[in-house]
């Protein structure tokens, strides 16, 4: 079992960047094996994939709406995942959470066991 923690919300202009934090705690298995995701969702909609990153750190992928823009990155030395996120918009305003996944590959809300409380972002026009 995982504990996620998410820090670095807040209200930024448009333009503006963020980098979010999802610290983890894992006591009965190592970090490095999970696999982690960034998941956001806005007032009123479904929660939807941002980014995803491997145990490893090696690989990463993003939902088309952030490529360019955003960067997830893991210090398994730390156990912490960030979210490195640039050039912001404001239909980039959601609660961010972060989750976990033993099960591999995967950008389906529905494979993730473990998530985060969350944290506000909010962009400003």
């Known amino acids: 079992q995982v504990q996620l923690v998410e820090s670095g919300g807040g209200l930024v202009q448009a333009g503006g960047s963020l980098n979010l934090s999802c610290a983890a705690s894992?006591?009965?298995?190592?970090?490095?094996?999970?696999?982690v995701a960034w998941f956001r969702q806005a007032p009123g909609k479904e929660r939807e994939f941002v980014a995803i990153?491997?145990?490893?750190?090696?690989?990463?992928y993003y939902a088309d709406s952030v490529k360019g823009r955003f960067t997830i990155s893991r210090d398994n030395g730390k156990n912490t995942v960030y979210l490195q996120m640039n050039d912001l918009k404001p239909e980039d305003t959601a609660v961010y959470s972060c989750?976990?996944?033993?099960?591999?590959?995967?950008?389906?809300?529905?494979?993730?066991?473990?998530w985060g409380q969350g944290t506000q972002v909010t962009v400003s026009s």
């Open positions: 989750a976990a996944s033993v099960r591999g590959w995967n950008t389906m809300v529905s494979s993730y066991d473990y």
């Open positions: 894992s006591p009965g298995r190592t970090f490095s094996t999970y696999t």
């Open positions: 990153i491997s145990w490893s750190g090696t690989r990463t």
